[in-house]
């Protein structure tokens, strides 16, 4: 199959609503999910954290946890962005990054913080295994991962970027990440 994009003697049209093939939320709670767990580490904004459901959502991971100072639902101001997400993703608070970790290792989780750090490795290098459970930390807007969680990571995960910034919205970190691991895994 050529991949090359070539102009269409016909226009493209955009699917309807009933034509995207979208499961209801029992559904989708029964069928497979991406080996990953996202953690919310202390992320302020109500509206990331909607989106990060929603995103969650797309690529059907197991769970969220959030913890610390992270917003739970139901609130308004995270069903914004979450559009009816909080009801399809499993999700659990904890009050602390270090007991929500420790729940996550003796569950078997590889737990790695998406961070730039000393001896990250840049996502496009990464490869993450088929039958490892994974748990992606994501941080706080201004402080990014927290140093509790810092000490307790099995791996530290960094986004190359190329620009002047060197700073993506936590949502679109958790975008980028979440595609990466979907992609490696289920694209091979």
Known sequence: MNDELKPMSTPFTKLKLEELGRVDVETFREQEKLQV????DNVRSMHNI????RTADG???EQ???CGITAQPPHREIEKTALGATQSINWTYFNGIKEALQHLRNQGYQVIAV????????????????NQKYALIFGNEVNGVSEEAMEMVDGCIEIPQFGTKHSFNIVV???IVLWDFFAKLNFK
């Not at 767990?37 to 919310?40: A, D, F, I, M, N």
């Not at 909607?50 to 459901?53: E, I, K, N």
């Not at 961070?115 to 088929?130: C, D, G, M």
């Open 37 to 40: 767990t996202v953690v919310l």
């Open 50 to 53: 909607g989106s990060v459901f």
């Open 59 to 61: 690529f059907a991971v």
């Open 64 to 66: 969220i946890i959030l």
């Open 115 to 130: 961070e730039q750090a000393e001896n990250s490795i840049n996502l496009n290098q990464f490869q993450p295994k088929n």
């Open 173 to 175: 970190s958790a975008g």
